[in-house]
C-alpha cells in the first residue's frame, strides 16, 4: 500500500527542501518508487538540488491546479541521478512549481482548489505505481498544510534549536494532533557542533512527547554545496548522509510496523 509522507516546518529556513530531496533520495535507492511532489507554490525549490531546469519544461504543478494539463503532463523522471548500483526497482520521480513570478502572484492572490491537489495526488500514486509519495510543503499553516497533514500516513517536523521554531512547531503540533495524524516525527537541524546532540535530542522530544529520528549539525560542507544537487547522493559516506540514512530506515520500518 502507497504511504504518503509530508515534511513540515513552522518557518522556512529549516532545510525541508533538503531534507526531503535526501530522504526520497534514500528510499528510492534502496529499491522504491518514491514521488516528490514541491507544494510550497509561494516559494518553490526543491527541483535546485535536483538540477531541474524549469524553464525547459513545458508543464508544472501549477498547470495541472489551473486546469491547463493532466497530472501526468507534470511528472519528471530524476532516476537518473540514483547511484547506479541501485536497485532495478529503484524510480524518484519529481512534480515542480513554477517559479514565475506571475504564476507566484496568483496562487498568492487566488490560492488553489485544494480538491484538485488531492484527486492529483491520489493519481500520481496510481499512475506512476508510487510506494511513497514525499509532500513538500510550504510553511506555516494554510489550507494546503492542513490537506497534506490530513492525508499523510507520517508527517516529519523539522526544527531549529530557535525560540520561534520552539514555539512554531508547538502550535503545528497541536494542529496535527487535533487532525488526528497517525505519525509524527521530528527533525533537529542546524544545530551547532558544540552543542550537545543527545541532550538536544531528549529535551527536544521531551518538550513535544515525540521521537526525535534525526539531529543535523550546522555543516560548513552543506553550505558549500549551496543546493547544487542532492547531498547524501555526492557524498554517501559523509557523516551527514548517514543520518539521512538512518532516518530513511527509521521510517522504511516505521511504516512496516504500521501497516
Avoid at 508510487?130 to 510543503?137: G, V
Avoid at 488526528?180 to 552543542?195: A, C, D, E, H, R
Avoid at 526525535?212 to 551527514?240: Q, T, W
Wanted: glycine share 6%; hydrophobic share 40%.
Amino acid at each position: 500500500m502507497s504511504k504518503i509522507i509530508s515534511i513540515h516546518s513552522y518557518r522556512g529556513g529549516t532545510g525541508k527542501s533538503s531534507l526531503t530531496a535526501n530522504i526520497a533520495s534514500c528510499i528510492a535507492s534502496a529499491g522504491y518508487r518514491v514521488g516528490i511532489i514541491d507544494t510550497d507554490l509561494p516559494s518553490p525549490g526543491i527541483h535546485v538540488l535536483f538540477n531541474v531546469n524549469l524553464d525547459k519544461l513545458p508543464h508544472k504543478l501549477n498547470d495541472f491546479l489551473w486546469g491547463r494539463c493532466a497530472i501526468k503532463n507534470v511528472v519528471y523522471d530524476v532516476s537518473p541521478i540514483l547511484p547506479k548500483e541501485k536497485s532495478d526497482r529503484s524510480q524518484l520521480y519529481l512534480i515542480p512549481a513554477s517559479t514565475k513570478l506571475a504564476d507566484i502572484s496568483r496562487v498568492l492572490r487566488e490560492g488553489f482548489n485544494s480538491e484538485i491537489l488531492l484527486q492529483g495526488l491520489q493519481d500520481l500514486i496510481t499512475l506512476l505505481n508510487l510506494d511513497y509519495l514525499f509532500i513538500d510543503t510550504h510553511p506555516g499553516l494554510n489550507e494546503e498544510t492542513l490537506l497534506s497533514l490530513t492525508i499523510s500516513h507520517l508527517v516529519l517536523l523539522v526544527l531549529r534549536p530557535d525560540q520561534q521554531d520552539f514555539q512554531g512547531t508547538a502550535v503545528t503540533v497541536d494542529v496535527a494532533r487535533r487532525l488526528q495524524v497517525p505519525n509524527l516525527k521530528l527533525v533537529v537541524n542546524k544545530v551547532l557542533k558544540s552543542f550537545n546532540f543527545e541532550q538536544v535530542s531528549q529535551k527536544i522530544a521531551k518538550t513535544y512527547e515525540l521521537p526525535v529520528v534525526g539531529v543535523f549539525p550546522e555543516s560548513e560542507d552543506m553550505i558549500r554545496l549551496a543546493s547544487n544537487g542532492v547531498f547524501c547522493l555526492k557524498y554517501p559516506d559523509h557523516p551527514l548522509s548517514k543520518i539521512y540514512q538512518n532516518i530513511a530506515q527509521n521510517i522504511l520500518a516505521e511504516i512496516k510496523l504500521s501497516s
